[in-house]
């Protein structure tokens, strides 16, 4: 239960770089921007090529395809928020793009470990490689890679938004993420304030 003077957390405030100096924010702003144009172009210039030539229709570039979709969602669940203009966030809002960011980052990981694999039977197993290494495999180790991020992007956002969160809502970062939340929980703060006022006494 809140205490009298809590009120629940309808919406967050995310800090970002507010806290620099006026003039350095336009050029923050255009530096990010650009990086994010880039990154969007980059990968989406990849897929197409993978996608558009037969030849290279092999598990090394699906897996560079697969790699480069995750890239693209993960940078499109962070960085438009982080450029907008209202820096106020819906606790709905908040745990989507918890959960997306933590989906993609950790199906990127996968994707990147599925591509060490496929490099180790290339060259320590050669001739398994068509067999281990087929259309199936690749597949199969794409979905795996996807289903463990949503697995894991599901079962960290619903831990951190199953706590209360009552103000402040000021979050010292740019996005939703796990220490910043964690500092605003009600239980936490709760149990700040009985260790400051119910400090124990050595026996």
């Known amino acids: 239960m809140l205490g009298l003077n809590h009120t629940p957390v309808s ?17 923050f702003f255009l530096l990010f921007l650009l990086m994010y144009l880039f990154t969007l172009l980059g990968n989406l210039l990849i897929t197409a090529t993978v996608w558009s030539k037969r030849g290279l229709h092999t598990p090394m570039y699906l897996f560079l395809c697969a790699l480069s979709i995750s890239e693209v969602l993960y940078t499109v669940a962070i960085t438009p928020r982080m450029l907008a203009a209202r820096h106020a966030i819906s606790l709905r809002a908040c745990a989507s793009q918890m959960f997306f960011s933590f989906t993609f980052g950790f199906t990127h990981s996968f994707l990147l470990t599925a591509m060490g694999y496929d490099h180790y039977v290339a060259i ?42 009552c103000g402040p ?35």
């Open 124 to 165: 320590c197993h050669p001739l398994c490689y068509p067999v281990l290494m087929g259309t199936w495999g690749c597949a199969h180790l794409v979905a795996l890679s996807w289903v463990g991020g949503i697995i894991i992007g599901l079962v960290v956002t619903a831990a951190i938004f199953h706590l209360t969160f």
């Open 169 to 203: 809502n000021w979050i010292q970062y740019f996005l939703c993420h796990i220490p910043p939340l964690l500092k605003l929980a009600c239980h936490q703060r709760q149990f700040k304030i009985c260790v400051q006022c119910c400090p124990m006494k050595n026996v």
């Open 11 to 27: 919406e967050f405030i995310l800090i970002g770089f507010s806290a620099f100096p006026p003039h350095l924010l336009p050029i």
